[in-house]
């Protein structure tokens, strides 16, 4: 008569930052396949392929990390995901994608910061216009005059 030892099942401590482990590897998994066939060169003469591995292997240890820190957390709380960040972050991201092309880049930043302001607390109007012409000035430098893109400043 054999006996079959089971071990025990793993418990999972933490559900949101197992999400977050297996969402962080999966996008640097991909990365690794996407690039699979772009050249990377060596440290001396560095390909067009080699900045992309390196954040996905670099990404794939911090997924892996937050998988072990998952499995190993002690609070176990479980609790519900906070929806309002999540919603407000994505919609942010959406809206300025959406309006680049038609508002500009100066009032499609406004949209980004007003709508995403509302994953927390809501900045005050003196805040907001100082991270808004923060915002706006570095992405104009940046973006237009510095890497000379295409972009639209103004509607």
Do not use: K, N
């Amino acid at each position: 008569m054999t006996h079959i030892t089971r071990s025990p099942p793993v418990r999972v401590r933490s559900p949101r930052e197992l999400a977050a482990a297996f969402l962080i590897s999966a996008i640097a998994l991909a990365g690794l396949w996407i690039g699979r066939d772009w050249e990377t060169g060596t440290l001396a003469m560095v390909q067009a392929g080699f900045f992309p591995r390196l954040i996905c292997v670099l990404l794939l240890a911090t997924g892996l990390a937050t998988l072990a820190g998952a499995l190993a957390a002690t609070d176990g709380t479980g609790s519900g995901w906070a929806w309002r960040p999540v919603a407000a972050i994505t919609a942010s991201v959406l809206s300025f994608a959406a309006l680049l092309d038609r508002i500009g880049l100066v009032l499609a930043i406004l949209a980004l910061i007003v709508i995403g302001g509302l994953a927390g607390r809501p900045l005050r109007p003196v805040p907001l216009a100082m991270l808004w012409a923060v915002l706006a000035t570095s992405c104009v430098a940046l973006f237009s005059w510095g890497l000379g893109l295409p972009l639209p400043i103004w509607p």
